[in-house]
Nanobody, 121 residues
Framework: QLQASGGGLVQAGGSLRLSCEASARTLSNYAVAWFRQAPGKERDLVAVIRWAGGSTYYPDSVRGRFTMSRDNAKKTAYLQMDSLKPEDTGVYYC????????????????WGQGTLVTVSS
């Protein structure tokens, strides 16, 4: 089970930090990702982290502005979002899967409930 939190309303250029807390016993073999879904659009990957080792991947649209990290003791993944733009608006979902690191939402098995991020211009 995943619990996402931290969304809200922010002005363009501002920052937000999202959290995704997992209830799994261990995440050592898991990849945890954040996806964004804007109204009427598909769910797109914005960041993914391999829990073991902490390697990350970001698409070009957010690279250099978003940073994903994890706290193993708290079993929580974070998404630090800086220099936010209106096009970053959407519902952000965290997701997890074991033994692979897919870039497509169809590759993930566990999903959080989503948290809304609204960036005003």
């Amino acid at each position: 089970q995943l619990q996402a939190s931290g969304g809200g309303l922010v002005q363009a250029g501002g920052s937000l930090r999202l959290s995704c807390e997992a209830s799994a016993r261990t995440l050592s073999n898991y990849a945890v990702a954040w996806f964004r879904q804007a109204p009427g659009k598909e769910r797109d990957l914005v960041a993914v982290i391999r829990w073991a080792g902490g390697s990350t991947y970001y698409p070009d649209s957010v690279r250099g502005r978003f940073t994903m990290s994890r706290d193993n003791a708290k079993k929580t993944a974070y998404l630090q979002m800086d220099s936010l733009k209106p096009e970053d608006t959407g519902v952000y979902y965290c997701a997890a899967v074991d033994r692979k690191t897919p870039l497509s939402p169809s590759g993930y098995y566990y999903w959080g409930q989503g948290t809304l991020v609204t960036v005003s211009s």
